[in-house]
T-cell receptor, first 114, second 110 residues
Framework: SQTIHQWPATLVQPVGSPLSLECTVE??????LYWYRQAAGRGLQLLFY??????ISSEVPQNLSASRPQDRQFILSSKKLLLSDSGFYLC?????????????FGQGTRLTVV | SQQGEEDPQALSIQEGENATMNCSYK?????LQWYRQNSGRGLVHLIL?????REKHSGRLRVTLDTSKKSSSLLITASRAADTASYFC??????????FGTGTRLQVFP
């Protein structure tokens, strides 16, 4: 069966520090991968998505970046965090069999920048 | 923005009542999906309706889709306290982009 792992669950980082959040998927190949951010009590904002290794589409150009070094690995990074980067980050995967189907989410990372 | 809008933003009902949430979107879609999120957790897929479908059922869930009005609704019948959560619609744009609506926070009181 397919599973998605996202870590860490919580993270407190000082302003100006780097960030690396990792997401891995098991049990499927060539998934679409997504990074979302959710502010408290709000909807999900699509940050990046990837349809294949090395293929990254950016929806919200900020001081965040994403990489997909392997088929089932998706990494969200920042060189220098801002206070406004605080939020709940969610990784998800979906397979496209003719049309994009349901997405499966990780448990999320709550990032607090202090 | 491509993000859809949902209403109401918040909904409070008693157990046993029905809950209806609405979603509007902006461009043509391939399918529309509904998700549930418990506080502080990841989202869980509930149901998917394709653009050529008008209504779909799954247990106590009923989803309708009106592509002419670019809108969908989610009906939860005979609600339970355990249905308390946030509910989001999501639409697929440009084949691979999955865009979520703003969500409805549902509170079901015992």
């Amino acid at each position: 069966s397919q599973t998605i792992h996202q870590w860490p669950a919580t993270l407190v980082q000082p302003v100006g520090s780097p960030l690396s959040l990792e997401c891995t998927v098991e049990g499927t190949s060539n998934p679409n991968l997504y990074w979302y951010r959710q502010a408290a009590g709000r909807g999900l904002q699509l940050l990046f998505y990837s349809v294949g290794i090395g293929q990254i589409s950016s929806e919200v150009p900020q001081n965040l970046s994403a990489s997909r070094p392997q088929d089932r690995q998706f990494i969200l990074s920042s060189k220098k965090l801002l206070l406004s980067d605080s939020g709940f980050y969610l990784c998800a995967w979906s397979s496209r069999q003719g049309a994009l189907g349901e997405a499966f989410f990780g448990q999320g990372t709550r990032l607090t920048v202090v | 923005s491509q993000q859809g809008e949902e209403d109401p933003q918040a909904l409070s009902i008693q157990e046993g009542e029905n809950a209806t949430m609405n979603c509007s979107y902006k461009t043509s879609i391939n399918n529309l999906q509904w998700y549930r999120q418990n506080s502080g957790r990841g989202l869980v897929h509930l149901i998917l309706i394709r653009s050529n479908e008008r209504e779909k059922h799954s247990g106590r869930l009923r989803v309708t889709l009106d592509t002419s009005k670019k809108s969908s609704s989610l009906l939860i019948t005979a609600s339970r306290a355990a249905d308390t959560a946030s509910y989001f619609c999501a639409t697929v744009y440009n084949t691979d982009k999955l865009i979520f609506g703003t969500g409805t926070r549902l509170q079901v009181f015992p």
